[in-house]
């Protein structure tokens, strides 16, 4: 009772003033709220700087700046004899093309600046990438009737002269540049307005596949993309069974004891094991011990499969534990067996939480670079399409993180940009697959 | 069960489709960073030129390259492997043990080595073997003892140099470029300060011991290894005033925007000085052929003979273009590749 009377306030209170320790207390649940408004804000601002680099220096991947220029088909360099024979005109490489090339763009020089300052057509190199030697011969091994006639050609223009187009190269930054000088941009800027240099979307980017160091304009992520899709079917086909397996023998069927605690604290351990460590493991059991091929998006999804197992189990374990006992009771109630019950029952109650939980590990895999480095998937590789779903597996290939790596590399500063394109289109699968992972538990998620 | 067939049935066709993948038909080269942008120039025009498809150009540096090289013969193994050194006695060694035993040089061309730093940073024009030997040497012969090296700026090496704080960005050891610059830059610096004299008369002669004291790099944090590319080596003088960093001469062409060269031993590099033979620190890259798997791996040969030929890698070919210095003995490499003949 003293204690009692030792606690009532000494003076009389009213519930409209704070006392000083309610006060406190009220100060420090403000304070402790500013703190978490302040971590969320620092956090958004994070998200908002990141996502800004990334939008303003990866658009410009998306476009690129293109050259119209009618070009003469010159029969006397490109078929000698003149008898059409398609085998004849195969033997004129790339480097027999590149001075149709110079003399067209020559004349259209000659024709919109005067006076011309460039005193040959070689020098016009510069404004061309080198890739449109490339797109001409395709063009003419596939039409070779079009020999002897003009045709409207759209070139891509050099990197240097996309860089001046896009803002990245300025007149000071090429003052010690040997691939191009100020006469060149002259030219550009006086085409520019004529209508015969332009800046255009650049579809080839996102179809394209990979190109050579001197190239970076030519370059694209769909043959990358294509190896990350093989590899994510690798990765789908195996880990989503397997998983889904072991989560229900674990969960439904194994009896409690010391080796399935044991299992249990494995994959929760492999969960956490950094993916470098698979990637090596792949390099030694797959390619030097099965002797798979190098490079092979077959390799690279056993690989990533292993890294996604253990995300797929643990959230099909819980999805499955999610399942109310009660469904399992009636089930058995009525007479049907353990397996018919899991099947019927549990599992069906259980696939929405087990669709997430594979999403989520995929887009993890697909983001995933550090396993690929080793087993030969970063390097100038994504440059042939597959031929097939078979090649698709089994031919060299890159993956789309492994692909913006390679570009961060390279030498030409145009790459740099290309990496940062090559981001948004690999967040926007994220985002994609995210999205649906969403969509698939708001839809049919069941609540009991 | 279906779960249980599922997987059954997609081993079983991972393994049919591996035994299917046995015969490959293309062309795969690993190896030295430095010739990574060479070769994949040709193989682009490669398989734009031929029916082969574009061969496969992993990077890794030519140690790594060459280690893979020499694994065995075999399918999955490379066929190629790009160096950026000549290959050392004792990875053709390795090479024979695993059954590796008929090996084609090609020299490709030459390619130089340039000491670049920002190009608003301190005034870094001109370089001396010496300057460097006196800069980054761990230890240094004083009055006939070996003493760590104390060197803090630029102008403790040299006082031409500005006084800033020594840091340095060297290749890391994987590379070949890290054994050029040893040998064309620190051990002649070393030779040209009279230090390995010094070290000569400290160690009792012991020649080999002295120059492997001369290309000793300090380790206390003003030289740094770079195993990554030269982009790493870029990126951090971009964040260090200071820096001096080591690049290949295409790498510095494409960034002259960020980059000043200085000069070594009074020439400036570009591709017309190294192939006189004035600026110093230049190097013959290479690769190295299985001659076992031409005839097996269709296209081999051609890529070997598409690389080295006069429209490649002549003067006016796209790799000189690039920053290659062209070979003037191209003609004998031709004719190596063409007669298949082994080291």
Redo the contacts between chains.
């Keep these: 009772m003293t204690d009692a009377t030792a606690n009532t306030p000494k003076h009389g209170t009213s519930l409209y003033t704070e006392s000083p320790r309610v006060k406190k207390r009220n100060a420090a649940e403000r304070r402790f709220q500013i703190y978490g408004i302040a971590a969320v804000a620092t956090g958004l601002v994070f998200l908002i700087v990141l996502l800004t680099s990334i939008l303003s220096n990866g658009v410009g991947a998306f476009q690129q700046t293109f050259v119209n220029v009618p070009i003469y088909l010159d029969a006397a360099k490109l078929d000698k004899k003149g008898e059409r024979n398609i085998e004849d005109i195969k033997k004129v490489?790339?480097?027999g093309y590149q001075p149709l090339i110079d003399d067209a763009l020559f004349a259209i020089v000659e024709e919109n600046v005067s006076p011309n300052p460039l005193a040959k057509p070689k020098d016009t190199k510069a404004l061309i990438s080198?890739s449109a030697?490339?797109q001409l011969?395709?063009y003419v091994i596939a039409h070779p009737e079009k020999i002897g006639e003009t045709v409207d050609f759209r070139l891509l223009g050099s990197s240097r002269v996309d860089g001046y187009i896009k803002g990245r190269?300025t007149r000071?930054?090429?003052?010690?540049?040997?691939?191009i000088n100020a006469e060149h941009l002259d030219i550009v800027d006086v085409l520019r307005e004529k209508g015969v240099v332009k800046r255009e979307f650049n579809m080839a980017f996102i179809t394209g596949a990979d190109?050579?160091?001197?190239?970076p304009e030519q370059a694209g992520m769909g043959v990358s993309m294509l190896g990350s899709l093989f590899m994510m079917i690798?990765v789908l086909?195996?880990s989503l069974?397997?998983g889904?397996?072991a989560s229900i023998y674990l969960e439904e069927f194994a009896p409690q004891n010391k080796w399935t605690d044991l299992i249990e604290v494995n994959i929760s351990n492999l969960a956490a094991v950094p993916s470098i460590v698979f990637g090596i493991l792949g390099l030694a059991v797959f390619?030097q011990f099965?002797?798979?091929?190098?490079?092979?998006p077959?390799v690279g999804g056993?690989v990533l499969t292993l890294m996604t197992l253990p995300t797929i189990i643990i959230s099909t374990r819980a999805a499955l534990k999610a399942v109310p006992p009660s469904i399992r009771d009636a089930a058995l109630g009525l007479g049907a067996s353990k397996m018919q019950s899991v099947f019927h029952h549990v599992l069906p109650l259980a696939m929405p939480g087990i669709l997430t939980g594979t999403i989520i590990g995929l887009a993890q895999a697909l983001g995933e670079t550090a396993p690929l480095l080793l087993i030969?998937m970063?390097?100038?590789?994504a440059?042939?399409y597959p031929t097939g779903p078979?090649a698709g597996?089994?031919?060299?290939n890159s993956a789309m993180p492994a692909q913006i790596y390679e570009w961060?590399?390279?030498?030409?500063?145009a790459y740099y940009e290309r990496a940062w394109g090559g981001i948004i289109i690999l967040l926007l699968f994220l985002i994609t697959m995210n999205i649906i992972a969403i969509i698939l538990r708001r839809r049919f998620e069941r609540r009991w | 069960m279906s779960?249980?067939k599922?997987?059954a049935s997609?081993l079983a066709i991972?393994a049919v489709?591996?035994t299917?993948?046995v015969a490959?038909d293309?062309v795969?080269v690993?190896g030295s960073s430095t010739v990574?942008?060479y070769?994949?120039?040709v193989?682009?025009?490669f398989?734009?030129?031929f029916d082969f498809?574009?061969p496969?150009?992993?990077?890794g540096g030519s140690s790594a390259g060459l280690k893979r090289f020499c694994e065995g013969v075999g399918?999955?193994t490379?066929d190629v492997a790009n160096a950026s050194r000549k290959i050392k006695d004792k990875e053709i060694a390795a090479c024979a043990e695993a059954g590796v035993t008929d090996i084609i040089e090609v020299r490709i061309g030459y390619d130089g080595i340039v000491f670049a730093s920002q190009i608003n940073g301190p005034e870094f024009t001109a370089f001396e073997p010496a300057d460097w030997y006196n800069a980054l040497a761990a230890e240094k012969p004083v009055d006939g003892a070996m003493v760590a090296n104390t060197a803090a700026t630029w102008a403790d090496a040299n006082a031409n140099l500005p006084a800033v704080e020594i840091a340095a960005f060297i290749p890391g050891t994987k590379h070949g470029t890290r054994e050029v610059f040893e040998e064309k830059v620190l051990l002649q610096g070393c030779e040209d300060t009279g230090a390995l004299a010094a070290i000569l008369e400290i160690n009792g002669g012991d020649e080999k011991a002295a120059e492997a004291t001369c290309m000793a790099v300090r380790t206390d944090g003003k030289s740094v290894d770079i195993d990554?590319?030269?982009?790493e080596t870029l990126a951090r003088i971009d964040s260090n005033t200071n820096g001096v960093g080591v690049f290949g001469l295409?790498?510095y062409?494409?960034?002259?925007?960020k980059l000043k060269v200085a000069t070594m031993s009074g020439v400036a590099p570009s591709t017309e000085t190294i192939a006189a033979g004035d600026y110093p620190v230049s190097r013959p890259l290479y690769f190295y052929i299985k001659k076992a798997h031409i005839g097996v791996i269709p296209g081999l040969k051609e890529y070997a003979e598409f690389f080295i030929s006069d429209?490649i890698a002549g003067p006016d070919g796209?790799l000189s273009?690039?920053g290659l210095v062209s070979d003037p003995e191209l003609s004998a490499t031709q004719e190596l590749v063409a007669n298949e003949q082994t080291m």
């Design positions: 490489s790339t480097f080198a030697v490339a011969r395709d190269v000071e930054s090429i003052a010690r540049d040997k691939n190109a050579s160091e001197s190239r690798v086909v195996l069974p397997i889904v397996a390619i099965a002797g798979l091929p190098q490079s092979a077959l056993l030969g970063v390097g100038y590789i440059s042939n078979l597996f089994m031919d060299p961060a590399k390279r030498a030409d500063p | 779960f249980v599922l997987t997609t991972a489709s591996a299917a993948a490959r293309n795969q690993a990574l942008p070769a994949s120039i193989a682009e025009a398989g734009e030129n498809p574009t496969v150009v992993e990077s399918e999955n490379i990554g590319d030269y982009t295409a790498f062409e494409n960034n002259t925007d429209e796209p273009a690039y």
